[in-house]
């Protein structure tokens, strides 16, 4: 329950624009290795097979704690619903940032892609956590940062893709 009333707080705080952005440098690299390897535990323990490719010394000027929100609730999502496998990618392209964050479902048909970004909407919520606010949340704050962020089902292959355009790479 108090997990329940901190993300709805943290949410009425995102929803109302409330705190200041504290913009800065940003090693988006080393940041997404370091929550990557605070995965390990659940990973080695259901044997999920991991793809990541995260090209190095990627900086970006972003607001920390925003950022560090999105990538948590995008790893919590990954926890719940991943079958066998989890990737990452995250690449530099000339002018733009993609970070692409996939996992198979066990079962595809119970997902309504369109509307994975609603709050409360929850593939199944029989079998997995959570109050179905975390892709809410990070489709908020990446507008909020004036990022684009969407998502792809094909198969059982279910996949957000973040982008950030020029003007917040370094």
Not at 24 to 31: A, P, Y
Not at 81 to 109: H, M, P
Request: some cysteine.
């Amino acid at each position: 329950l108090k997990e329940l009333s901190d993300e709805f707080f943290e949410l009425t705080k995102i929803e109302n624009g409330g705190e200041e952005l504290s913009i800065e440098d940003i090693n988006l690299s080393n940041l997404l290795t370091e929550i990557l390897l605070e995965q390990h535990s659940w990973i080695t323990e259901r044997n999920i097979t991991t793809d990541f490719d995260i090209n190095d010394g990627i900086v970006i000027q972003t607001d920390l704690h925003c950022l560090t929100r999105i990538l948590n609730n995008l790893m919590s999502n990954t926890q719940k619903y991943t079958a066998d496998s989890f990737g990452v990618r995250l690449k530099q392209e000339s002018d733009r940032v993609i970070l692409c964050v996939s996992n198979t479902l066990a079962d595809s048909t119970s997902l309504d892609i369109e509307r994975v970004f609603e709050p409360f909407y929850r593939m199944d919520a029989r079998t997995a956590g959570g109050s179905g606010l975390g892709l809410y949340v990070v489709k908020m704050l990446c507008d909020r940062l004036g990022w684009s962020v969407s998502a792809e089902l094909n198969d059982y292959h279910f996949a957000i893709i973040i982008r950030l355009d020029k003007e917040e790479l370094i």
